[in-house]
């Protein structure tokens, strides 16, 4: 590499040769001006020479941070749940709407930051003030794209993980007691989807994986379910995707009444599947339709609330029957590790991290417990 330094007007500028273009021959040229003197721009072009010889140099690229994201959504596609691709796009089109024309490569920290704070405040031409959640959703986005800019040589730098997200409080969410799980599993004793709340209450599985079963990942006798896929809700549209995470795709054991429960209704889906003849849709489901088709996730937590109102419950969400499972679990002794397995959680410490609201009660029977052990 061969450089050099020369005056243009009142100001500096380097030059610096880098070979050639190995597709079409021609020398290649790196230059820079505006420097107010010699030493200023010999000290660019040291900068500049040492980053090529290292690999780290990153040429100038007009790209903007809208066509950036736009591109890596596009890489993201096939990459990811169509559920987590739409998060991102909804997250990172309030990016493009404040700094979509800034280019990437100029894209500053303090840009990021104003952006959040805005968010916070004025919320957005789409609607009010975003949640602290909602934004740290957005950053978690954002972080993400340009990371991969930054390892495909477009920045030199990941701006974002030099941003803090803002802080989010965890949300408190209210579980039904045991004797509330009784009272709603003998209110729907005759509901053709008992089956289906019982697997939910028994389970801890998400919403989506047990309207996702197949019969064919279903073992009455050996007492098993494998979750093995999830079906979600996208813009409306009900789709199929992978379990949330690596960890989600499981094996759950089941107790002697949620075997008899799958049996009954297994029973029952039979006789609906001779009365619709020809109209079944065969997609092997446990649970379905009256026509064998998919359940819709919205409309059947429409039902389930309902249900529970009927009982005469606390109003808690479909979700939460995942949490009552946990809460129970937990209180009942057992062990955050199996719990964790069973929820599909990446580790245990998020069990815990979730269920903390746990932790006094079975702190204070520990202490009663091992203290009994020797006791005199």
Same mark, same amino acid.
């Given at each position: 590499?061969?450089?050099?330094?020369?005056?243009?007007?009142?100001?500096?500028?380097y030059?610096?040769?880098?070979?050639r273009?190995?597709?079409?021959?021609r020398r290649?040229q790196?230059?820079?001006?505006?420097?107010?003197?010699?030493r200023?721009?010999?000290?660019?072009?040291?900068?500049?020479?040492?980053?090529?010889?290292?690999?780290?140099?990153?040429?100038r690229?007009?790209?903007?941070?809208s066509?950036?994201?736009?591109?890596?959504?596009a890489s993201?596609?096939?990459k990811?749940?169509?559920?987590?691709l739409?998060?991102y796009?909804?997250?990172?089109?309030?990016?493009?709407?404040?700094?979509?024309?800034v %280019? !990437?490569q100029? =894209?500053?920290?303090?840009? /990021?930051?104003e952006?959040y704070?805005?968010?916070?405040e004025? @919320?957005h $031409?789409?609607g009010?003030?975003?949640?602290?959640?909602?934004?740290?959703?957005l950053?978690?986005a954002?972080?993400?794209?340009?990371?991969d800019?930054e390892?495909f040589g477009l920045?030199?730098?990941?701006?974002?993980?030099?941003?803090k997200a803002?802080?989010?409080?965890?949300?408190?969410?209210?579980?039904?007691?045991a004797?509330?799980?009784?009272?709603?599993?003998?209110?729907?004793?005759?509901? %053709? !989807?008992?089956? =289906?709340?019982r697997?939910? /209450?028994a389970?801890g599985?998400?919403?989506?994986e047990?309207? @996702?079963l $197949?019969?064919?990942?279903?073992?009455?006798?050996?007492r098993?379910?494998?979750?093995?896929?999830?079906?979600?809700?996208?813009?409306?549209?009900?789709?199929?995707s992978a379990p949330?995470?690596?960890?989600s795709r499981?094996?759950?054991?089941?107790?002697p009444?949620t075997?008899?429960?799958?049996?009954a209704h297994?029973k029952?889906?039979?006789?609906?599947?001779?009365?619709?003849?020809?109209?079944?849709?065969?997609e092997? =489901?446990?649970?379905?339709?009256?026509?064998?088709g998919?359940?819709?996730?919205d409309?059947?937590t429409? $039902?389930?609330?309902?249900?529970s109102k009927r009982?005469?419950?606390?109003?808690i969400r479909?979700h939460?029957?995942?949490?009552?499972?946990?809460t129970?679990?937990?209180?009942?002794?057992i062990?955050?590790?199996?719990v964790?397995?069973?929820?599909?959680h990446?580790?245990?410490?998020?069990?815990l991290?979730?269920?903390?609201?746990v932790?006094p009660?079975?702190?204070?029977?520990?202490a009663v417990?091992?203290?009994d052990?020797?006791a005199g």
């Amino acid at each position: 590499m061969r450089g050099h330094v020369r005056k243009r007007g009142e100001t500096w500028s380097y030059w610096l040769d880098v070979g050639r273009d190995p597709a079409t021959g021609r020398r290649r040229q790196r230059t820079k001006g505006g420097f107010p003197t010699k030493r200023r721009a010999e000290e660019a072009l040291t900068v500049v020479m040492s980053s090529l010889g290292e690999g780290t140099y990153i040429s100038r690229d007009p790209q903007t941070v809208s066509e950036w994201i736009d591109r890596w959504l596009a890489s993201m596609a096939p990459k990811v749940r169509p559920s987590t691709l739409r998060d991102y796009r909804v997250g990172l089109a309030r990016v493009k709407e404040r700094l979509g024309n800034v %280019r !990437l490569q100029e =894209l500053r920290p303090l840009d /990021i930051e104003e952006m959040y704070a805005g968010l916070l405040e004025n @919320g957005h $031409r789409f609607g009010g003030a975003l949640a602290p959640k909602t934004v740290r959703n957005l950053h978690i986005a954002l972080r993400r794209s340009l990371a991969d800019a930054e390892r495909f040589g477009l920045v030199s730098r990941n701006v974002a993980t030099l941003v803090k997200a803002p802080s989010v409080t965890r949300r408190e969410f209210t579980v039904w007691t045991a004797d509330d799980v009784r009272t709603f599993l003998a209110s729907v004793s005759d509901d %053709r !989807l008992n089956a =289906l709340y019982r697997v939910l /209450i028994a389970t801890g599985m998400r919403r989506g994986e047990a309207l @996702g079963l $197949r019969w064919s990942s279903v073992d009455l006798d050996g007492r098993r379910l494998n979750v093995e896929r999830a079906l979600t809700v996208v813009d409306s549209e009900v789709m199929w995707s992978a379990p949330k995470t690596a960890r989600s795709r499981r094996s759950i054991s089941i107790d002697p009444d949620t075997v008899a429960a799958l049996r009954a209704h297994r029973k029952r889906q039979l006789v609906e599947r001779v009365a619709a003849g020809d109209a079944w849709n065969d997609e092997g =489901l446990v649970f379905c339709n009256e026509l064998g088709g998919t359940l819709h996730p919205d409309r059947f937590t429409r $039902r389930f609330v309902s249900a529970s109102k009927r009982a005469g419950l606390p109003t808690i969400r479909l979700h939460d029957l995942r949490h009552t499972w946990a809460t129970l679990a937990l209180q009942a002794g057992i062990h955050p590790k199996i719990v964790s397995e069973r929820l599909g959680h990446a580790t245990t410490g998020i069990t815990l991290d979730i269920y903390s609201h746990v932790q006094p009660s079975l702190d204070a029977e520990a202490a009663v417990v091992v203290a009994d052990l020797f006791a005199g």
